[in-house]
Every structure is written in structure tokens, then in C-alpha cells.
């Protein structure tokens, strides 16, 4: 897909056998199909343990694709994704597997190459030796976070990765930077003067950035139970969105990577951390499977941090995220400044999931009272519509068509993930040295009810 002119391409998705694999590539890939961003002629080989062979696993994946796929289900277009996958079983930790994984390849006319690393991160390295030793055509890296279990772990990843297949052939996956309305976060604030002209901290009050779910950890618990809300969910994904947030020339795509670097370098803990950090577990999270005994992870986080630069000076960024709460929810709140303390405050809320849209609340004279006030909103609801869904890309979409036309620009980069590992990581060692205790909380609760508890 460089210029005008298609280019055959082969998908190789290790841990084809996944959730990840299951319920976002592959419905994925079926819609690009359906929109024509795949030709029948790509190649999807799909690499997993079990044993199955190619028909067997089409049958496996159908229902999958039926629920998880956007655009409509046709056996027609399910027959044209059946023909490019091949299933291969192999052992990917295992070295030697990666010969007979080259003979399975085979030759082809394919031009360019996409490996998805689909896997837990301790897998990273088998992968990448394995893949060194086989001579593929434009090979293309794309890893799914976390990047690595610890802070060392993803400093020895990134060197290794780099030195075997070059950095620009690296793609740091954070699927919340595909999300259309955090795509669409610099536009509302670039096209729109109303907003551009007043993103300071002279006219915004504070910034939340909240993310929410009614689940608990179920099949995850192997690799939560050792990775906890901070890492899985600030520091993945919240992060980035607020460095998008508080960019300080968006309009300057060549330095929007650097942009986002400065902004995490500078973010900042004000005070004592037991004013500003509260970490939660839900009621029962110890009797879920595979959860540790008196497990000390936290499943609830709420983090309020500062950006030490001029244009975001005494603005505080509220961060939070929780599990088993009463709502699935993820959402950008921005509150502006009001002289009045009397009248209510002006807002700006950015929904991205499930409800993607934007939502304005100001005030209005109340009708038929003299000098009252009410607060009124314009709720605009992209998801709503029936052509909107139907023709907006989901971000796993956004993501592999631009591997394929070799953009970086949506992914994540090192230098942000070593920051942001570097002060989550200052973040709770700090809690666990003050001996600061979990908020155990019941399944169910307001997300707004747990940050009170800190604010």
C-alpha cells in the first residue's frame, strides 16, 4: 500500500489462539477486507499451540468475526478470509521451531512482511531471535503493550529489538492512540478557535481523564495479578492520552513525538503522595482465579498529577481507572476557569468509549426567572449513527493500515515508554514506603464516589 500501488502483504500473528487475536485482529481484518485495505491475494499466517489444522481453526474464528466485526457478516467475504489465513502450530518459545516455521512460510510473492507479537512480553525475545534467522521481505515488527514486565526488562527488549531489525521497523501498539475521538481530541481543540485560544491554564480549571469497567480480571489474572491498574492501564494507555492532551503545538506533526516526551518528563507529583495517589482492590478480587492470597494488587488508581510547564502551570490532571465499577465508561472531562463562584462551570467532555461523541455543558438564563441561571448542554453522539459506526475504522484497523503504509505517527515511541514506566514506577514505591493501605471498595461502585475519597 505505498503510493497508489497495492503491495502484497503477509500477517504472521503469533498467539493466534488469543483473546487479542480473536476479538480485535482478526474482526479487524475481515473489515478491512470487506473495505478493500486487504486483497485476497495477502497472506495471514496464524501461529499457536494447539493442535488444529487450518479448516478447524476458520470454523473457530467464524463466530468471532460474526460478533466482533462492525461490518455486516457475508459468507461470501468469510470465504475470502478463510482462503488467506493458514494455521501453523509450533511451540514459539522454542528456538529450534523457527526452521520448520521457514519451511511453513515457504516462498511467496508477498512484499512485505507484518509480525504481531500477540503474546505476553516474556515471549518477546524468543520471537525476535527465531524471526532473525529467517530471511523475510520488508519485515515489519508490531508489539502489543505492555513493552516488557519491568522497567529493565523493556531497556534489554528495546536495545535487542532495535539492533536485530532497525527502530523505524518497530510498532509500539497502544490501540487507545486508533480510538477515532482520541484521534479526533486534536482536531476539536486545533479547528475549533472557541477551544485553541483557551487551552492554558488561565482558562482551564482541571483535566480528568477517566476509564472504567464493569469486569474484573477473569481470563487475565495470570498476568494482572502481577501488573496491577497502574501498569496496565495508566501507564499503557492514560498516559499517552494526556500527553496528547496537553501538546503544546499540535499543529506540528514533525515535532508531536518530542512534544509528547517534554509533557511526561515534566508531569509531576505536587506534595505529599497520600494527598495525591489513592489505590483501591474491589471486594473479592482475592477468591478470582489465579489471584494470589492476599494479593496487594491494586484494581482501582486515581493519580493527581501537575505538567511543570508554563502553559499548564496549577493545573491539575486527574487520572483514574478501576475495574468492577458501575459503569464501562472512558472519558476526557475538561473544566474551565469561572470568576463567578456562584455560577456553574463550563465543560468540555471528550467520550471515546462505548458512547464516542462530544458533550459541551454552559450556562443559559433559566426560562421565566429573572437574572437565573441554568446549565445546558450540546451532546453530539458520533456513535449513534448507524452510517457513522458502519463507517468508522475500529483501531486495531487504524492501526494495521498504517504499519502497512509504513506511518508512525499513531505509536508509541521508547522514549515515552521509558518515562512512563520511570514515574509510575516512582509513583508506587513511594505509596509502599509510606505503607499506605489498598481502599478495598464493593464491586459496583461510581467511579466519581472513589475519587471524592482522594479529592
Known sequence: MNGNKPVNSRFIIFGGTGDLTYRKLLPAMYNMLVNGKLQETDEIKIIGRKPLLTLEYNALIKPWIIQQARMPFSEEQFAHLSAMISYIKMDISQIEEYKPLKQALGLSKVQQTIAYFAVAPNLFSAIAEGLSMIDLPDLRIVMEKPFGETLKHAEQLNIELKKKFGENNLYLIDHYLGKEMVRNILTIRCANPIFSAIWDHEHIESVLISASETVGVGSRANYFDHTGILKDMVQNHLLQLLSMIALEEPRNNDTIKAQQRQILEALQIKGDIKDNMLLGQYAGYIDEPNVTKNSQTE???????????????????????????????????????????????????????????????????????????????????QSCSDINRLNTPEAY????????????????????????????NQLKQSYQLQKLPLHIYPQGSEINDLIKELL
Open 397 to 424: 484497523e487504524w492501526m494495521l493500515e498504517s504499519i502497512m503504509n509504513n506511518e508512525h505517527f499513531w505509536f508509541s515511541e521508547w522514549q515515552q515508554i521509558d518515562t512512563s514506566w520511570r514515574f509510575i
Open 299 to 381: 484494581t482501582f488508581a486515581v493519580i493527581r498529577a501537575y505538567i511543570d510547564l508554563p502553559r499548564w502551570h496549577g493545573v491539575p490532571f486527574i487520572i483514574t481507572t478501576g475495574k468492577r465499577l458501575a459503569k464501562h465508561n472512558m472519558e476526557v472531562k475538561i473544566t474551565f476557569r469561572q470568576n463567578d463562584k456562584t455560577t456553574p462551570k463550563n465543560a468540555l467532555i471528550i467520550k471515546i468509549q462505548p458512547t464516542e461523541g462530544v458533550e459541551l455543558n454552559f450556562n443559559i438564563k433559566t426560562p421565566g426567572k429573572e437574572d437565573g441561571i441554568t446549565e445546558a448542554k450540546l451532546d453530539f453522539c
